[in-house]
């Protein structure tokens, strides 16, 4: 079966602090993955790609096929990373696969 | 820049109505979804279209229904709406098959009494 799977509804951290956003899938074949997210107030927006192997707004997110993971990492939080995040999947170019979501709160 | 728009950011609606949500984008994509997006259960497809006049279920089509008559626009249908479906609905579309960017309209939150 394919799904995505987002362990913790809510992760809090003080600013500066290290944070890990966790997303496991299951899938068979080669996998898409994708991090959306949603600033309060704002429409639901993609964050990074995993096949861009970029660094949005000091957040990356590495492919694991070993663990079947796709964590997303950022060094020190800020304030303003405040927001739903949503990994996403896809198993093939028409849909894609959410996650139920992580909601980060970020303290001064 | 992609622009999606709803019809409506927020909607009261009375068990047993017709309800139309509609959703418009600008940017000539050929594939357009609907999500229900509910807190601990993330966002679930509804349907989608890949092209005018076609159609294809989603996770939780039941109760629901869509049509596309033209490119740029996607409507979602509750035949006979329920308090159960009260929720956040998201449109979004994606332009061909290589670009992997789904673009998100703002919401359209229902209420059903």
């Known amino acids: 079966a394919q799904r995505v799977t987002q362990p913790e509804k809510l992760l809090s951290v003080f600013k500066g602090a290290p944070v890990e956003l966790k997303c496991n899938y299951s899938?068979?074949?080669?996998?898409?993955l994708f991090w959306y997210v949603q600033y309060s107030r704002q429409r639901l927006q993609l964050l990074l790609r995993?096949?861009s192997r970029e660094s949005i707004k000091g957040f990356t997110a590495d492919l694991n096929k070993g663990e079947t993971s796709f964590h997303l990492k950022k060094p020190f939080a800020q304030e303003e990373d405040s927001a739903m995040y949503y990994c996403?999947?896809?198993?093939?170019?028409?849909?894609?696969?959410f996650g139920t979501g992580t909601r980060l709160q970020v303290f001064p | 820049d992609v622009k999606v728009t709803q019809s409506s950011r927020y909607l009261v609606k009375r068990t047993g109505e017709k309800v139309f949500l509609e959703c418009v984008q600008d940017?000539?994509?050929?594939?357009m979804f609907w999500y229900r997006q509910d807190p601990g259960l993330g966002l679930r497809l509804i349907y989608f279209?890949?092209?005018?006049?076609?159609?294809e279920k989603g996770d939780i089509p039941e109760g629901y229904s869509v049509s596309r008559e033209k490119k740029e626009r996607f409507s979602l249908i509750l035949e006979s709406a329920s308090t159960n479906q009260t929720s956040m609905y998201l449109c979004?579309?994606?332009?061909?098959?290589?670009?992997?960017?789904?673009?998100f309209g703002p919401g359209t939150r229902l209420t059903v009494l």
């Open positions: 940017m000539d994509h050929e594939n």
């Open positions: 899938y068979s074949g080669s996998p898409e």
């Open positions: 979004a579309s994606r332009g061909g098959v290589s670009t992997d960017t789904q673009y």
């Open positions: 996403a999947l896809r198993p093939n170019t028409d849909k894609l696969i």
């Open positions: 279209s890949y092209d005018v006049k076609m159609k």
């Open positions: 995993h096949i």
